[in-house]
């Protein structure tokens, strides 16, 4: 029997289920069984300009709808995902893993939520009026053109919406590429679109691995490329883009700071770490994985969170009680295995976990390192599993010297009881999105997105809008025109 997860067909193109089998099959794995629950294939050429072709032309029309119009498609899209927010949020669970408990309030909830935000601003994205005497200025805000999402595997359904509501706000047409790890949950996103008006080809999805993300980014017609992915690829796609002087967004890896003071709130700092940390397994993006401690409350801190950490509920994603899930793929277990045995051999301090969970599926144990040192393979590299390094510190210029001493420069966090030392704290980290006596919250509202090698441009907020439009300025002369002959 074919399994509920199992698509329609790979891809989602002007409006309909499109599918090519000649295009190499993908395995779905759900991550908590390691049982093939569907298959879709990569597109093949035919597919992808296919993809191409139907978004440049859907896009003309789609930029002439008013702004009002444009928005009241979104907002219905919106509240499609709201209203389907359980059956949307099992596949989620399905595509990555993720337990249910997490993926009912953060994934189509949050879909929902860049539709809606970005449905209510697509009205009022306006130019201006600039005097000149008698002669004057106007700006248009346009549209791009023809935009490319490419998403990572960790947030298959928000990354499509956070990518395609601003895009589709600002009259830009997307061709969205998911992970080849998770490929389901746009499908949903494009098919919910279509249900709520959105014109055939102005948000289209095809499957693929590198290869498809490359001859997406680099076709001439493409005039954007939006990429939330590991720094490696990144730099690859940021080159190609440069190639034909395309627009970029990259949201990329990080190895954030999360500093605590020993003034500050031990179960919050505790709460904070552990939410930047384990949520998603560690991983998201923005996790504050270099956790430094204050020497004065290491000790406590490392009780507290051990006990903690202990009451995480490993267990079937899909049982609601379940609070910690399994890693994406049995790769992605292995990588962050490497990188256990890497932390023990060069000598970090086990506090819990430690190991692969003795149950079915690509589960870790919820690991603490404590005595982490700053050259230390764990606390350089990201790992994207759930692992956090706890290192000392004395002193707030120190820890601030050290925070900073990385190529990633996406999140940091300060937990202190004194909001002048927080302030001037997060005034000197090297970090885009940072948070104040909390970790890894992402309204839509609030511009998320990196600086350093993690990344260029933001999403979310008024800011996305300016990287998914650009600004035409129109001189308006009243007289004569004066020339030299
Ligand atoms: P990845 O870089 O391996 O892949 C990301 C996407 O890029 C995939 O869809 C992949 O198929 C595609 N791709 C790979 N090579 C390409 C190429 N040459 N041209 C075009 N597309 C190509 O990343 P991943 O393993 O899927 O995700 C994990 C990484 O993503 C981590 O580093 C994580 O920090 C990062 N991430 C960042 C954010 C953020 O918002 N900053 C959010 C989530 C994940």
Same mark, same amino acid.
């Not at 794995?29 to 093939?36: D, N, P």
């Not at 700006?139 to 990518?163: D, F, H, M, S």
């Not at 709130?265 to 904070?272: E, L």
């Not at 401690?293 to 994603?317: C, H, M, S, W, Y």
């Given at each position: ?51 191409? &072709?139907? %978004? ?81 200025? *106007? ?19 928000? #990354? ?12 830009? %047409?997307?061709?969205?590429?998911? &992970? ?13 679109? #279509? ?70 709130? #031990? ?6 770490? #552990? ?81 692969? /969970? ?30 956090? &390094? ?12 050290? /925070? ?28 885009? &999105?940072?948070?104040?006596?909390? *970790? ?46």
């Amino acid at each position: 029997m074919t399994h509920p997860a199992q698509p329609k067909a790979s891809h989602f193109i002007n409006g309909e289920y499109v599918e090519d089998t000649a295009g190499t099959p993908i395995p779905v794995i759900y991550a908590a069984t390691g049982e093939q629950i569907a298959t879709v294939h990569a597109a093949t050429p035919a597919i992808v300009e296919q993809a191409l &072709s139907t %978004a440049k032309e859907a896009q003309k029309a789609w930029a002439k709808m008013t702004g009002t119009e444009r928005g009241r498609i979104l907002r219905r899209a919106a509240d499609i995902m709201r209203e389907r927010n359980h059956d949307l949020s099992v596949l989620e669970t399905y595509d990555t893993g993720k337990p249910l408990q997490e993926t009912l309030v953060a994934d189509a909830t949050s879909g929902a939520d860049a539709l809606e935000y970005f449905g209510g601003l697509a009205a009022s994205l306006t130019g201006e009026h600039i005097p000149l005497g008698e002669d004057w200025v *106007y700006t248009k805000r346009e549209a791009l053109g023809l935009c490319v999402g490419i998403g990572a595997w960790n947030y298959p359904t928000q #990354i499509a919406c956070w990518k395609g509501a601003p895009a589709l706000a600002c009259g830009n %047409a997307m061709v969205f590429k998911p &992970s080849e790890t998770t490929p389901l949950c746009a499908l949903k996103v494009a098919e919910i679109l #279509i249900e709520a008006g959105a014109p055939a080809g102005v948000f289209n999805v095809v499957q693929g691995m590198g290869e498809v993300g490359g001859a997406l980014v680099t076709d001439p017609r493409v005039d954007k490329v939006s990429l939330t992915g590991s720094v490696p690829t990144g730099k690859k796609v940021y080159a190609a883009a440069a190639e034909g002087m395309k627009h970029v967004t990259m949201e990329l890896g990080g190895k954030s700071p999360l500093i605590i003071f020993d003034d500050a709130d #031990i179960d919050n700092a505790v709460g904070g770490a #552990i939410n930047g940390n384990f949520y998603s397994s560690g991983q998201v993006c923005s996790n504050g994985t270099r956790v430094f401690v204050q020497k004065g409350i290491k000790e406590k801190f490392l009780a507290r969170l051990a006990e903690r950490t202990g009451n995480a509920i490993l267990g079937d994603p899909m049982d609601e009680a379940t609070s910690f899930g399994p890693m994406v793929t049995e790769n992605q277990m292995n990588i962050v295995l490497g990188y256990i045995e890497k932390g023990k051999e060069e000598g970090a301090r086990l506090i819990c976990g430690g190991k692969r /969970a003795d149950m079915d599926g690509y589960f870790i144990e919820p690991t603490v390192f404590a005595d982490v040192t700053d050259d230390m393979t764990i606390a350089r590299e990201e790992i994207f599993g759930p692992v956090m &390094s706890v290192l000392d510190f004395d002193t707030e210029e120190e820890v601030v010297a050290r /925070a900073n001493d990385t190529e990633f420069g996406l999140s940091a966090g300060v937990f202190t009881k004194d909001f002048t030392r927080a302030h001037r704290v997060i005034g000197n980290l090297e970090a885009g &999105s940072c948070f104040i006596n909390s *970790y890894n919250d992402a309204p839509v509202e609030a511009p998320f997105g990196g600086v350093k090698a993690s990344g260029v441009g933001r999403e979310n907020s008024k800011e996305a809008i300016k990287h998914f439009s650009q600004v035409k300025s129109v001189y308006v002369r009243m007289g004569d025109v004066e020339a030299a002959f």
